[in-house]
């Protein structure tokens, strides 16, 4: 009798970080692998943003091919954290590996996307001043009891906190991620033009949670020439930041693309769920998993995690639509 390896206690997290380790052996070998011999190329520049997995890219890069072929570029704007910048030079320093800092916001400023955001605010909020203000879109739990449309709304705070929300219309919507997402194509043409200078491939830092779901932005982060993580869920990215030794605070602090002067996490909007949640959900569909043992790992009862895989499915439609080769009509 073959026993079902599904039963009562199954750990999805656990069998899904179990091949980490040997992952932590390889990739660094795919990495030089893929910058010597496929590109022809002499090092790697890299996005250094603060956040886990560029930290990963950055470490697994200089174990691969040496700090002096590792170059990193901090790529700040007005309403990035401080703290993202301060997180990118300590780890930088630490791995001995050469980087500049270039804000972009001269850039942004250049395209109007600070004018056109502000203009924007005043509209919704006509108290908003950028020097006291801040602003960061939301959406309601995609694992809500409550059944809520998914909605974009826009919150305005302050140093006591939130003290203002709107809800966007589809146009208002429109306009204000275009304005967002310019800030990673603007990051994407530096990492491009420090690259050819220096005969470099451009690394990508996307994961595959954020890959399946299109949280990425195209050519944007995702204008890269080689893309390490992107066939490991997040959590296992954050698994391999512990045996890679990165620092603690960058390891807990929350996953953000940071282009919101109020902190924002990528759990508040696009995924609107945690990656413990998201990441168990992709893997039992991917290993064909049953539902009871995803409801015994996550907690939740059926309507939430049928709420859940919907929302899951609906990012993936528009994720396929992200990775679409551009059509050729052929003669």
Partial sequence: ???????????????????????????????????????????????VSGGVDSAVIATLAVEALGPDHVYGLILPETESSPSSR?????????????????????????????????????????????????????????????????????????????????????????????????????????????????????????????????HYVKYGDGGVDMEPIADLYKLEVFRLAELLGVDKKIITRPPSPDTWSHYTSDEDFNLRMPYEVLDTLLYAEEHGIPEEAVRENLALDIGQIEWAKKHIQSMKNASRLLQLIPPVFHK
């Avoid at 750990?11 to 179990?18: G, P, Q, T, V, Y």
């Avoid at 006509?126 to 449309?149: C, K, M, V």
């Fill in 86 to 214: 301060e997180l990118a030079m300590r780890l930088c320093r630490k791995l001995k590996m050469p980087f500049t800092e270039i804000p972009i916001t001269p850039m942004l400023e250049s395209f109007g996307v600070y004018e056109q955001k502000s203009a924007l605010m005043r509209e919704l909020f006509p108290q908003y001043n950028p020097a006291i203000h801040t602003t960061n879109l939301f959406r309601p739990s995609g694992i809500s009891a409550e059944r809520l449309l998914s909605v974009p709304s826009i919150r305005l705070s302050d140093e006591t906190g939130s003290i203002a929300t709107k809800r966007l219309s589809a146009p208002q919507y429109l306009h204000i991620v275009s304005l967002q997402n310019v800030k990673q194509r603007t990051r994407m043409v530096v990492s491009y033009m420090q690259a050819e200078k220096m005969n470099y491939v451009v690394s990508g830092t996307t994961n595959k949670s954020e890959l399946v779901t299109g």
């Fill in 1 to 47: 009798m073959v026993k079902n390896r599904f039963g009562k206690g199954f750990d999805i997290k656990k069998e899904m970080l179990a091949g980490v380790e040997d992952l932590r052996e390889h990739l660094p070998g795919f990495m030089k692998k893929t910058v010597v011999e496929e590109f022809k190329r002499e090092g790697i520049v890299i996005g």
